[in-house]
């Protein structure tokens, strides 16, 4: 069986009639049914973050990911944010809804890291942003059938050709429910503006908005040769990180809530010749604009396809991505976090209440 | 087109080989693909709750569901709560969850609702309880394909007849879902137990966990001749009633988090000669061992099929249900509430956290 979800279209395909793409694209299907995607990210955060202190956090989510219910594939991963401050990260990929609800509910890890015990380290923060959608709203694509890598780690998937790459709007097409809805953002004509809340010292839980758009996008060139290291190096990396710095410099008018350009760690807690961008816009329109019309998305698109019709199978240079459009949710929590952490700056927030049995 | 999602099945219906149900009944098809559907109450409390105050209340919130991103349908009713409060409640239903998510954002009714003046109001409590789920989480039941009640009054939306019906296990074979997922709570083996938070003067919401079963189901007898609605007040309402309180009584074992039998109001506010419940379980496992195994439930059952087996068409009683399998949500807030209102009792709760701009 391969797995997916399509359904009657009642708004047309971006995809142009007679279409060939550039270069081969693959994606993800599933050997058995599934309900729903879930990606958790968990992560320590500190202004002056010991590499002691960042390492015994990732050790302990790594214990917790092996608790029951654990997710079926995880990767470590760490970054210096936009104010500065280090942040080690893990994240966390399930296929199944209830399992990841029992291992938020019962692990130990999560109580852990629910405890007011996490209010009282006052020299780090932890946040967790928990983006769970149904089987409808996500879509992937690679570069190359042979790497595993996001949610293509989780047992059961499948990597397959596809010809729906290679146009704009092939991402919304990719997404099953772009078939039957337009994904937009309730807020589309009222975008939130940043403010700065009292963030530290607080556990404060964000909700955001319906159909908010979650992208993780990653680059793998361990084992490439010189000459395509070179090229990864001397082009595609800068054209990468300047279309980054393009969107972190204007976020009001791109639609982007939070950026941040993460590096793959190993078991031993060394970079890896791997990062990843996991980035949250407005909606799926907003990421659609940047990548359609902007030169910095345009000059990162063109240099990976001119790439890929050059080195064909040989190429040693592996992008990929994964999109979420997520359903109005509460599952992102920032712990004694700096304020321009995540939605803090962006969404209505609320405080967890402590209720002991009996308290009236 | 008649929209509906089937998934390719791994996990086996109940439905018995050759089965024949022994009263027709019919379900809830669509005209167009619907990726989601929203009901949304809204509702007024207080102990000694004048009808002025209530009836003030339902004009509001009927104004509210007139604005922009309205819902598609709406009800209004009320009820006494077992604490002896009286409650005025409106359901709002919605086949499109970006409209519910605007008009829950944009409305004025919402911003009166979430306004601090709301806090201020010491003789009346409000709540919200908004169950929003993708399609593939629903299932509905009508004995008659005449009348239009809950979310078959959604324009768009057709009553088809259905041999999905009369066995145990029929409803869970009817939500989509349930062929790829067993739905199961992650609380099954640790549901939680109630406990008194001090609820009033606060505004609280409440996360309930992952495959919650909300259950409405009706009942309408107006217009009924006097044989039937002899039978109705004679024998079904009172095997009904005996059965809800059976299970208000015994919510730790049935799994039962919260009961109303509401009674529909007409346009003055006056009560129909319909009723509808609106209850909650941990499960749907939990609401189908009642429905399978308890007296009470076989003995309103029996009664139904008796009457539908014995009028057949011109039955004049409508029965129907809708159930939703509710995933992980915040969508459930009590503003002054007394402490036994909806989930209060059970689920961890958040204050919403007032963050003005430029608060540091």
């Given at each position: 069986?391969?797995?997916?979800?399509?359904?009657?279209?009642?708004?047309?395909?971006?995809?142009?009639?007679?279409?060939?793409?550039?270069?081969?694209?693959?994606?993800?299907?599933?050997?058995?049914?599934?309900?729903?995607?879930?990606?958790e990210y968990r992560a320590i955060q500190g202004k002056d973050l010991s590499q002691a202190r960042q390492s015994h956090f990732l050790e302990l989510i790594r214990r917790g990911f092996a608790e029951s219910h654990g997710p079926?594939?995880?990767?470590?991963?760490?970054?210096?944010?936009?104010?500065?401050?280090?942040n080690g990260v893990a994240v966390g990929y399930w296929a199944?809804?209830?399992?990841?609800?029992?291992?938020?509910?019962?692990?130990?890890?999560?109580a852990w890291f629910a405890s007011d015990d996490r209010l009282a380290e006052t020299e780090c923060g932890y946040w967790r942003e928990t983006i769970l959608v149904p089987y409808d709203r996500h879509e992937t694509i690679y570069s190359a059938p042979g790497y595993r890598i996001g949610l293509s780690r989780?047992?059961?998937?499948?990597?397959?050709?596809?010809?729906?790459?290679?146009?704009?709007?092939?991402?919304?097409?990719?997404?099953p429910l772009s078939a039957i809805d337009r994904l937009e953002s309730p807020l589309k004509d009222s975008p939130p503006r940043a403010s700065r809340v009292a963030s530290l010292g607080r556990r404060l839980r964000a909700t955001t908005p319906h159909n908010l758009c979650a992208l993780r996008s990653g680059q793998f060139w361990e084992g490439a040769g010189p000459e395509q290291l070179r090229d990864y190096m001397d082009n595609l990396q800068p054209k990468l990180m300047r279309g980054m710095d393009y969107l972190t410099g204007h976020k009001a008018e791109t639609g982007t809530l939070s950026l941040r350009i993460m590096t793959n760690l190993d078991h031993e807690g060394k970079p890896r010749a791997e990062?990843?961008?996991?980035?949250?816009?407005?909606?799926?329109?907003?990421?659609?604009a940047w990548a359609k019309s902007h030169?910095?998305?345009?000059?990162?698109?063109?240099?990976?396809?001119?790439?890929?019709?050059?080195?064909?199978?040989?190429?040693?240079?592996?992008t990929w991505h994964e999109v979420f459009i997520v359903p109005t949710s509460s599952g992102f929590e920032y712990v004694n976090c700096h304020p321009d952490t995540g939605f803090l700056p962006y969404f209505p927030l609320t405080c967890p209440h402590s209720v002991k049995a009996g308290e009236i």
């Open positions: 069986m391969v797995f997916h979800i399509e359904y009657p279209r009642v708004i047309a395909a971006r995809k142009p009639a007679g279409h060939a793409p550039a270069a081969p694209r693959y994606t993800l299907r599933w050997d058995e049914p599934v309900g729903a995607l879930v990606s079926s594939a995880y990767e470590i991963m760490n970054f210096r944010d936009e104010a500065g401050y280090t199944d809804a209830t399992s990841h609800a029992r291992w938020s509910l019962g692990s130990d890890f999560s989780i047992p059961g998937s499948v990597i397959v050709p596809m010809t729906t790459n290679g146009y704009f709007g092939a991402a919304r097409d990719r997404i990062t990843s961008v996991l980035a949250y816009f407005l909606s799926l329109e907003h990421l659609e030169e910095t998305h345009l000059d990162i698109y063109r240099h990976a396809i001119a790439m890929n019709r050059k080195y064909k199978e040989k190429r040693e240079v592996v």
